[in-house]
Every structure is written in structure tokens, then in C-alpha cells.
């Protein structure tokens, strides 16, 4: 029996997205220097007032980020995969906190364990520089503090997940005056189930999206004219935007078909999502 040809992962990947002028399979920056022009550089450094290499990082910054969502994008698992992920995580979390909490029905074992960390040349540490021996308590009860992040991060995970309600859950919910009934708290559950569902899909414009976002601290940090996607008017056809004439022309040439009335509607969006 002969095995299908299948297409390589770059060219479904291409396949994805192929609008976009870059090419997935090869060096970012080399392509970079080839398809935006110096002169978009040199105008969007000076409306930063910012030397052009500093312009040039932010916009190439923004590109691979704008890249980054394609790939986020062609990656995504279906919604129950990611669940099965972090069910194993909670699942984890909750084998490895009960695992610790039993070790003090070990005696002298905490202690051991305990000395042996203390004099141990730890191999990682945190962003603020604390290693193993700095995190754990005296003995008995030594990983008190982990086993407490391990029941937050499995809470979080498990609220994380995002199941499909069953109405066969809900038989034996418990009924009271003022509570709302079985039935009603199904529908409301369902609700937000495909509430979240759709939420957790990354868009056509989450590449976009990508790019915005990753351009904000900049524009926030040297620009007096807000991030907005601006007001529409009737006679233009479209919004006016200070954002738009900067940024519209460089995000053209990654994507040539993006309108600038796509990268309104993206703006609105993370606002309205309060991302900033």
C-alpha cells in the first residue's frame, strides 16, 4: 500500500496565510531589510522621534510578533486537547501536593530531605534571585508553601478548562427559593460555555492583533496622539486616525490585502477587550 504524499508543515503553514509577503521558511530580518523600505523606517523613527535603529528594532520587534500570530494561529489544538492539557496539569499539581504532604508521615525524612537542599548548589532561581533552600519552610511541613501554590495553580487550571455543560450534571442541583432551577442554570452554563469557546478562537486578525500590541509601549511611550482607532467619518469612508497613517503603510507590506479599516476594527477590539 502506497503512503500519501502529504504537503511539509511550511507549506500548509504558508497555505494559512498566503497574503502575507513574508516567507515563513526563511531568516525574518534578512527578509525584513528587503520588504520594508528604509524610508518607511526613517518616517516612522522621526514620528517616534527615535534614532532609526531604534525604530527599525521596534518595527522588525513588530513583525516577528506579527509572524508569531500566524503561527499561534495555524497551531491552535482544538478546545479538547487543550482541556485534556491542563486536566493533566491539575491533575499533576494535585499528585504532587498530596505526594509532598505525605512525606511527614515519614519520620526524619523531612529533616533529611531538608539538609540535603540546604546544602545543595542550586542549579535555577527566581527572577528575584531566591533558590530551593530560600523557599521552603523549617521542618515539618517543609513544602507548606509549595503544596499552597500547587492547590492555586490547580484550581486555576481546572477553572481553566472550559467543558461542555451536561444536563445530566445538573439533576441533583440543589433547589431553593431566590436560586435559579436546574433548567435555568444549565442554559446559563451552556451560554457561557460557547461564550468561551468562541473567546478562546484565535481570529484572522489575531497576527494583527500581535503586531498592535506589540507596537502600544512604544507608541504610549514617545507619542502624544492616543492608540485608537479613531472616528468614522461618512465622507472619508472611513476612520481618521493618526494611528492609521503611521502604522497602515507598514502593516501593508506585510500583508497587502489589510485595510485600514481591518486594523480600526482590531484596535476597537483589544480595547474593548481592555487590553489597553
Known amino acids: 500500500m502506497t503512503t500519501p504524499d502529504y504537503p511539509p508543515q511550511a507549506q500548509l503553514l504558508a497555505a494559512s496565510y498566503p497574503s502575507l509577503t513574508f516567507d515563513l521558511t526563511e531568516d525574518t530580518e534578512d527578509q525584513f531589510n528587503r520588504i520594508i523600505p528604509e524610508e518607511v523606517i526613517v518616517r516612522f523613527s522621526r514620528f517616534l522621534d527615535l534614532p532609526n535603529e531604534d525604530g527599525r528594532a521596534i518595527l522588525l520587534e513588530a513583525v516577528e510578533a506579527f509572524i508569531s500570530g500566524v503561527n499561534d494561529r495555524f497551531e491552535q489544538r482544538p478546545e479538547k486537547q487543550d482541556n485534556a492539557a491542563l486536566t493533566k496539569v491539575a491533575s499533576k499539581a494535585e499528585q504532587l501536593s498530596e505526594a509532598l504532604l505525605a512525606l511527614i508521615d515519614h519520620p526524619n525524612l523531612e529533616a533529611q530531605l531538608e539538609e540535603r537542599i540546604r546544602g545543595f548548589h542550586a542549579l535555577a532561581e527566581t527572577q528575584n534571585g531566591a533558590t530551593l533552600p530560600d523557599l521552603i519552610d523549617t521542618r515539618r511541613n517543609i513544602f507548606r508553601e509549595f503544596r499552597d501554590l500547587l492547590v492555586d495553580l490547580q484550581a486555576c487550571t481546572e477553572a481553566t478548562c472550559n467543558h461542555q455543560p451536561k444536563q445530566t450534571d445538573y439533576a441533583d ?4 427559593e431566590g436560586l435559579p432551577t436546574p433548567q435555568q442554570q444549565f442554559h446559563r452554563d451552556t451560554s457561557e460555555w460557547k461564550r ?15 503586531f498592535l500590541l506589540s507596537i502600544l509601549p512604544h507608541w504610549k511611550a514617545h507619542v502624544v496622539h492616543p492608540f485608537t482607532e479613531g472616528m468614522y467619518f461618512k465622507e472619508l469612508e472611513g476612520n481618521l486616525s493618526p494611528t492609521f497613517a503611521e502604522l497602515h503603510p507598514i502593516i501593508v507590506r506585510i500583508d497587502p490585502k489589510i485595510t485600514r479599516q481591518h486594523v480600526a476594527n482590531s484596535i476597537r477590539k483589544l480595547r474593548e477587550s481592555s487590553v489597553f
Open 196 to 210: 468561551r469557546s468562541q473567546a478562546r478562537k484565535l481570529g484572522r486578525d489575531h497576527p494583527l492583533q500581535c
Open 173 to 176: 442541583l440543589f433547589e431553593g
